[in-house]
């Protein structure tokens, strides 16, 4: 009769193992993060570009021939749109990773330039410098989440429930990567023209670039959650073209292009706003 029982209960417990292997991996952790670790996320949010640190090599001729200026070449880039979007991994309730990719809108660079012409071998008029540039990054971050301090006196104090409407928590985090920054529609206006008297071609490099974030989260529920931040942004390096074409050593119908050494070289940094929804899976 034991023999029985017992055979009878290696027989139930190996039924509920197999069933148990059809439904898939049983897990054991017990936090909500980690029985759904992967996650998504979509953002928009606007970025707000620094001085563009503009140097030049002051022995080109031609389009940045001038010697001396009264007001300078650094200039603003202005402000643009952001979207972001990206998968990332819950590695414990503190730590998140992600890998994103993060487009930009077109930075404008529009800068008038009052010369001193004085004893220059080919004196120009005062003009306007423009160009476009843009910048789209992939990058590699990670974020801490106060949620992981819970249990201790600094989480209880950071996470808060939002009156049954999930909490709210603050985070940190920075990321490493690439950007992608390309310079183009360069060229310069004379005043009392409306023509370009110069311009150059498109240049793309790749820079190493890096971000600092911090701002709240909302996890709404065990899927769903909301992320609101500011980010400090640095795409590294941007520089022009090898090639100048010029009107003011050919003609209007006939102008000249020539190679030259790069004259502009800028550095892209940026103050941001975002807002980001993440959905876990």
């Known amino acids: 009769m034991k023999l029985r029982k017992s055979v009878l209960a290696l027989m ?111 004196p120009l008029p ?52 690439v950007s992608y920054n390309t310079l183009s529609n360069s060229h310069t206006i004379f005043d009392g023209s409306l023509t370009a008297s110069s311009s150059m071609n498109d240049a793309t490099i790749a820079s190493f670039a890096w971000q600092l974030n911090t701002g709240l989260n909302w996890q709404i529920t065990e899927r769903l959650g909301f992320d609101i931040g500011y980010r400090y942004f640095n795409a590294g390096r941007f520089n022009s073209n090898d090639y100048l074409t010029s009107r003011t050593s050919g003609t209007t119908n006939n102008p000249i292009t020539t190679p030259y050494k790069t004259p502009w070289i800028g550095a892209l940094s940026a103050n941001e706003l975002f807002f980001t929804a993440r959905v876990a899976f």
Not at 94 to 112: Q, V
Not at 127 to 141: A, G, H, K, P, V
Request: hydrophobic share 35%; proline share 3%.
């Open 12 to 122: 139930a417990i190996s039924s509920s193992v197999a069933f148990a292997g059809t439904m898939g991996e049983v897990k054991t952790c017990t936090d909500v993060d980690c029985q759904m670790p992967w996650f998504v996320q979509f953002g928009t949010g606007a970025s707000w570009a620094n001085n563009a640190n503009l140097t030049y090599d002051r022995t080109v001729p031609l389009l940045f021939n001038h010697t001396n200026t009264l007001n300078g070449y650094n200039s603003g880039l202005g402000t643009v749109p952001l979207y972001m979007a990206g998968i990332g991994y819950t590695v414990s309730p503190l730590l998140k990773l992600d890998a994103g990719y993060a487009f930009r809108g077109i930075y404008k660079y529009n800068h008038h330039v009052n010369t001193v012409n004085s004893g220059a071998s080919n």
């Open 126 to 177: 005062d003009n306007t410098r423009y160009f476009d540039l843009t910048s789209n990054s992939l990058m590699f971050s990670g974020t801490l989440f106060a949620k992981g301090l819970a249990n201790t006196g600094l989480g209880n104090m950071l996470v808060h429930d939002m009156f049954g409407c999930g909490t709210v928590q603050p985070f940190v985090g920075g990321g490493v990567g």
